[in-house]
């Protein structure tokens, strides 16, 4: 099946830093998601966009659907010990199935 | 509290057994998935349901079956014609409105390790 690009593969970041990771797709989305899982967990929503050029915050994250609808980012700003994880990108056609980037692995030093 | 449960947390079964996985939601969401993810991988989707009764293939169905009796229950059975059955199976539910599905919510997983 189709998958999105996602980078970068991983980080690893001083903490305190920012963060910044992107997805970009060859087909134009409606929703795009963002989702953080954590080892031996399941994927928790952390973002959700619904139109082109949105940008939503939450706490420390905010992410962007591009305008082009074919790309997305997320910043996490001021990262902190407990950010690390696996942070996945998802694209969700109108009335279809998601379609999800490889994952970002984030690791912080503190 | 609302939300979607999977059972067991970890399950071992022997090669050449079938072994179904529980996934239960009580989120009044119409659409259920489920998905496989492997070390270093992203989720790769198995099947789905928008309604009961009816169930679609994803994009890796081979040796896996699933049923949709009930809104809130859609359990997957891994059979022994699954090559590599060992990874991290997924279960997820969303909204449907119209034709159009919303954000999926996913449950906690269920680790199957088969030897």
């Known amino acids: 099946g189709q998958q999105l690009n996602q980078s970068p593969q991983s980080m690893f970041i001083q903490e305190g830093e920012d963060v910044s990771m992107n997805c970009t797709s060859s087909?134009?989305?409606?929703?795009w998601l963002w989702y953080k899982q954590e080892p031996g967990e399941g994927p928790v929503l952390l973002i959700a966009l619904y139109k082109a050029g949105e940008l939503t915050s939450n706490g420390r994250l905010t992410a962007q659907f591009g305008i082009t609808r074919k790309d997305s980012f997320l910043n996490i700003s001021a990262s902190i010990p407990s950010d690390v994880g696996i942070y996945f990108c998802?694209?969700?056609?109108?009335?279809?199935?998601?379609?999800f980037g490889a994952g970002t692995i984030l690791r912080v030093k503190s | 509290d609302g939300g979607i449960t999977q059972s067991p947390k970890y399950l071992f079964r022997k090669e050449g057994q079938n072994v179904t996985l529980s996934c239960e939601q009580n989120l009044n969401h119409d659409a259920m998935y489920w998905y496989r993810q492997d070390p270093g991988q992203g989720l790769r989707l198995i099947y789905y349901?928008?309604?009961?009764?009816?169930?679609q293939k994803g994009d890796i169905a081979e040796g896996y079956s699933v049923s949709r009796e009930k809104k809130e229950s859609f359990p997957l059975t891994v059979t022994s014609a699954q090559k590599n059955p060992t990874a991290f199976y997924l279960c997820a539910s969303s909204m449907l409105i119209g034709q159009a599905t919303y954000e999926q919510y996913f449950g906690p997983g269920t680790r199957l390790t088969v030897t």
């Open positions: 087909s134009i989305f409606n929703t």
């Open positions: 349901s928008q309604i009961v009764n009816d169930f």
């Open positions: 998802a694209g969700l056609e109108y009335g279809n199935k998601l379609v």
